[in-house]
C-alpha cells in the first residue's frame, strides 16, 4: 500500500474514532435555546390566555408576549460533539448542568419546582396589576410548604394563615424566618395561626376567619450551607382573596419569569383602548407583590425567541440588561425596566412613537 494512502486510511480511521468517542463521552453540560413565546391578550390551545369575570374588561388587540426557554431534562446527558455543537450555534447555549439542576434535583423535583413558581407568579402579576390600578387586594401570611421529617411536620399545614410568631404580630413572609432565628435550636417557638381549612371555609362564606390556635413547635438547626440557625421546617408565604376573578390559562409552562408580561396583560384588559398601539412588544421578567420586576436566567434566548415571531421592543429586567445588550437581534429594541410602572411608561412612548423617550440597555446595563 502506498505511504500516502496508509496516511489518509490512518486519518479517516482517527477521524471516526475521536467522532465515536466524542458520541460517547458523556459531559457535565446542559442546553438552553429559544423556546415558544406566547401573547398574554391572545388565546393559546384554543382560549384566551387571561380570562376576566366579575368586572369590566376590555379587548385587547396588541401584543404583550412572554417569552420562554426550553432546557434540556435533568436526566439527559450531553454528549461531546453536542456540547461542542452547542457551543457554535448562534441561538443556543451550552451551560454546565449543576447551573440548571443544582445540587442534583431530578427532573421531577425541577418541575415540581417550576410549577410552583408560575403559580406564585400569577399571583404576584394579579396583584401587581391591580395595585397599579388602585384596586385594593387583601393579603395575608400562609404556610407555603411542610418540610417532610421536620419539627413542624403534622403541627401545621400548607395554607394555615400565620398571624403571629411568639405574640409578634407577621405582616411579611420573611417576618416569620426573623422570629424564629431569634431563638436558638431546640427552644420552642409558638405560632399562633388561622387552621386552612377555617380559612377556605371563611372566604367561600365571604367572611373573615376569626378563631385562631396557637401551635408551639421545638425547633431544629439548620442543614444547609449557611449560617447555622434555629428553623422549624417551612416556608412561607403571601395569600390573596381577590374582588373579582382572574384565571390565567397556561398550560405547560413553568418558572417565575412571565409576571411582568402576564402583569401588564391584565393591566391592558382591565383598562379602554391598546397599551402598545399596534406594536409587538415581548418581554420577562419576575415581579413582585409591590410591581417590583426582578432578573430572569437565559434572556439572551428569550430576545432571539422574540425576534423571530415579529416583536419590535423586549421589555427587559434592569439586571438583565448587560447580557441581553452583548448580542442583540437585529430589529430588537431592548427596553430597561425596574418595576410595572417604568414598563407601563415605556409602552406610554412606545404607542406614541416618542421611542427617543426611552431608557435603553446597553452593555453596562
Known amino acids: 500500500m502506498p505511504r500516502r494512502t496508509a496516511t489518509m486510511l490512518a486519518s479517516t480511521l482517527m477521524l471516526i474514532a475521536l467522532l465515536c468517542a466524542g458520541l460517547l463521552i458523556p459531559v457535565p453540560y446542559s442546553e438552553m435555546s429559544p423556546g415558544p413565546t406566547v401573547n398574554t391578550l391572545g388565546d393559546h390551545d384554543g382560549e384566551p390566555v387571561l380570562q376576566i369575570s366579575g368586572h369590566k374588561s376590555y379587548p385587547a388587540s396588541g401584543h404583550l408576549n412572554m417569552t420562554t426557554v426550553r432546557v434540556t431534562s435533568a436526566d439527559y446527558r450531553m454528549n461531546l460533539v453536542e456540547a461542542v455543537y452547542g457551543w457554535l450555534a448562534h441561538d443556543d447555549k451550552v451551560v454546565p448542568h449543576d447551573t440548571l439542576y443544582p445540587d442534583g434535583k431530578t427532573e421531577q423535583q425541577s418541575t415540581q419546582e417550576n410549577a ?14 391591580l395595585k397599579e390600578l388602585g384596586v385594593p387586594v387583601r393579603s395575608w401570611v400562609i404556610v407555603a410548604t411542610v418540610v ?6 403534622g403541627k401545621l399545614h400548607a395554607g394555615d394563615v400565620i398571624k403571629a410568631v411568639d405574640g409578634a404580630a ?4 420573611s417576618d416569620v424566618a426573623k422570629l424564629v432565628t431569634k431563638h436558638q435550636p431546640g427552644q420552642k417557638v409558638v405560632f399562633t395561626v388561622v387552621p386552612a381549612k ?3 371555609a371563611a ?13 408551639t413547635i421545638t425547633t431544629t438547626t439548620s442543614d444547609d450551607t449557611g449560617a447555622k440557625r434555629a428553623i422549624v421546617g417551612i416556608s412561607a408565604g403571601t395569600d390573596h382573596t381577590f374582588p373579582f376573578t382572574i384565571d390565567i390559562k397556561l398550560a405547560d409552562v413553568g418558572g417565575p419569569s412571565a409576571g411582568l408580561m402576564f402583569s401588564l396583560g391584565i393591566y391592558d384588559k382591565l383598562t379602554p383602548g391598546d397599551l402598545t398601539g399596534g406594536k409587538f412588544v415581548a ?3 419576575t415581579i413582585d407583590d409591590d410591581g417590583k420586576v426582578g432578573p430572569i436566567g437565559g434572556v439572551e434566548m428569550k430576545t432571539v425567541g422574540a425576534r423571530s415571531k415579529g416583536a419590535q421592543y423586549f421589555l427587559t429586567p434592569a439586571d438583565n440588561c448587560a447580557a ?10 431592548l427596553v430597561k425596566v425596574k418595576t410595572i410602572g417604568d414598563a407601563l411608561d415605556a409602552l406610554k412612548d412606545i404607542r406614541s412613537g416618542d421611542t427617543a423617550a426611552l431608557t435603553t ?5
Open 170 to 173: 407577621v405582616r411579611q413572609p
Open 283 to 285: 418581554g420577562t421578567g
Open 148 to 153: 417532610k421529617g421536620s419539627p413542624a411536620e
Open 361 to 365: 440597555c446597553t452593555t453596562k446595563g
Open 203 to 215: 372566604e367561600k362564606a365571604n367572611k373573615t376567619a376569626t378563631r385562631t390556635q396557637d401551635v
Open 324 to 333: 441581553a445588550a452583548k448580542d442583540t437581534p437585529s430589529g430588537l429594541t
Open 198 to 200: 377555617d380559612q377556605a
Open 116 to 129: 410552583e413558581e408560575f403559580s406564585q407568579s400569577q399571583e404576584s402579576a394579579k396583584v401587581a396589576a
